[in-house]
């Protein structure tokens, strides 16, 4: 009868073990996954604040922050930037995916909005 004390002890303390482990584990993965996706106050995420440059995630922060679609001119005067650099930057979120350009025929010029 002591031995099966002894058993019934040791494995309650597996138990606990394994449970805590597991919710460790749980609340890890949820904090992973927060981090990733976390959007800031200027509309990137962690992950874009890391991977993309200074002047992308000016352009796409303030695109997310307007929120409706921008001239490339607007952009252009916002940034402060001369538009063929814009543009170039542009073109570089577009093959992104992080932003999406369409001619606008009535204002010939593109239309700018971000993604996502």
């Not at 800031?40 to 874009?48: C, Y």
């Not at 796409?60 to 001369?82: C, F, K, Y």
């Amino acid at each position: 009868m002591h031995n099966f004390h002894y058993l019934q002890s040791s494995f309650n303390s597996w138990k606990i073990v394994a449970i805590l482990g597991a919710v460790l584990l749980f609340i890890f993965f949820i904090i992973m996954i927060i981090r990733r996706y976390d959007i800031g106050s200027n509309g990137l995420t962690g992950l874009e604040k890391k991977s993309l440059p200074r002047e992308e995630q000016e352009i796409l922060s303030m695109l997310r922050q307007h929120g409706n679609s921008m001239l490339q001119t607007e952009v252009a005067d916002t940034i402060a930037g001369d538009l063929t650099y814009i543009v170039d930057i542009l073109v570089g979120l577009e093959k992104k995916g992080k932003v999406q350009r369409r001619w606008d025929v009535d204002r010939s010029s593109y239309l700018v909005s971000a993604i996502g």
